[in-house]
């Protein structure tokens, strides 16, 4: 008997992540941005690409890992969410994006002769790289702060952290969205640049460890930018509006 399809075409794209995250790479090798686009469902993106909604379900229950259950981060409060994104995703890319600055810098001088790409390759990087440091610390000093006191100010009943740095929650969190939508479009590009980091047959191990590497760190990046846009935001403006609510 043909098993049903695990996956349904009317589900979000974030919903499938969040559920089974195996199959980001599934969504990524088919074009299917669940990070900043994981609010449309699967259908209406498998068809702005020119899929066949059906058949892409199909294949994404087929690829549903046994025990693929979802994830702790799905399930985690807005602290331990922060905390967990701070030490998994930003401990990662502080530590790896100068190491991959270092091997870009390499293969450019040693292979930016034959591989004239390269020098856009090394442009979009460091672009990627200039972007997301700052805002990281962005996080890391302002709204993650903020939603630690809203999750503290919400056991406690009381409306002081909810004015102790900018405001609503939302409005660093808008700041953070549209940062998230220009990194992830410098992200589709340098994939496009490096033929979906793919060295050339000349390619050094040098090079093949740099491709590897940017390769890896987009995959991280959707997934963080998953975690936070569509998991830990909406988490914190749903906590600071139930304050309000009580306050009032």
């Known amino acids: 008997m043909r098993q049903m399809n695990v996956i349904d075409a009317e589900m979000t794209l974030a919903e499938v992540v969040n559920a089974h995250p195996s199959l980001a790479r599934e969504l990524e090798r088919r074009g299917l941005d669940y990070c900043c686009g994981g609010a449309r469902s699967l259908g209406l993106a498998s068809t702005a690409k020119g899929l066949d909604p059906a058949v892409v379900a199909e294949e994404l229950s087929a ?20 905390d967990h994104v701070e030490a998994t995703h930003h401990r990662y890319l502080w530590d790896e994006m ?48 903020l939603i630690r006191e809203l999750a503290a100010s919400s056991m406690a009943a ?15 969190i808008s700041v953070m969205l549209a940062e998230h939508d220009l990194v992830g479009t410098l992200l589709e590009e340098l994939s496009g640049l490096t033929d979906g980091y793919q060295p050339p047959p000349d390619g050094c191990a040098t090079y093949q460890a740099c491709y590897a590497g940017l390769a890896e760190l987009e995959a991280d990046t959707h997934l963080h930018i998953h975690k936070e846009n569509n998991v830990l935001f909406p988490a914190a403006i749903r906590l600071e509006q139930a304050l309000g609510a009580t306050i009032s």
């Open 98 to 145: 100068p190491r991959l600055s270092a091997l870009v810098d390499k293969i450019v001088s040693v292979h930016g002769s034959r591989h004239p790409e390269l020098g856009e390759v090394s442009r979009c990087y460091a672009q990627i790289r200039a972007d997301l440091e700052p805002h990281m610390l962005k996080e890391e000093r302002v709204l993650f702060p």
């Open 158 to 172: 009381s409306s002081t952290a909810v004015e102790s740095h900018c405001g609503s929650v939302r409005n660093p």
């Open 63 to 82: 690829a549903v890992g046994v025990g693929d259950a979802a994830p702790d981060w799905s399930t985690m409060s807005v602290t331990e969410l922060v």
